[in-house]
C-alpha cells in the first residue's frame, strides 16, 4: 500500500495475493487455515521488504512500468514516487 493515498482502508498496489474467504467452524477446522494464511503472509512481507528496501526503489518500480490507458492512479503513484526522490522531470513527465 502506497502510503501516500489518504483512504480509510488497506489497499493491495503491488502482486496482491488473493485467497478466499474460510468459514470458521471449529477451532480445529480453522487453526491449521489461520497458520498458514500466517505463514503465507510472513513469506509475501519478506518478498515486499527485500523487492522495495527504500524509496528510490519503489520510485524505480513505478516509474518504470509502462503507462496503462485509464490507469490514472499508475501515473499519479510514479510522480509522487518521482517526487519524493527529488526527480522534478519525472515527477511531471507522469503527472502530465
Do not use: K
Amino acid at each position: 500500500m502506497w502510503l501516500w493515498h489518504d483512504v480509510d482502508h488497506l489497499a493491495f498496489h503491488v502482486d496482491a495475493v488473493r485467497v478466499s474467504p474460510e468459514p470458521f467452524r471449529t477451532e480445529d477446522q480453522f487453526t491449521p487455515l489461520a497458520l498458514e494464511l500466517s505463514r503465507r503472509a510472513a513469506v509475501n512481507v519478506t518478498a515486499l521488504r527485500e523487492r522495495f528496501p527504500a524509496l528510490p526503489d519503489v520510485a524505480r518500480y513505478l516509474t518504470s512500468r509502462p503507462v496503462r490507458r485509464g490507469f490514472l492512479w499508475d501515473c499519479f503513484d510514479a510522480g509522487i514516487a518521482a517526487a519524493l526522490v527529488e526527480d522534478p522531470d519525472t515527477a511531471r513527465d507522469h503527472f502530465e
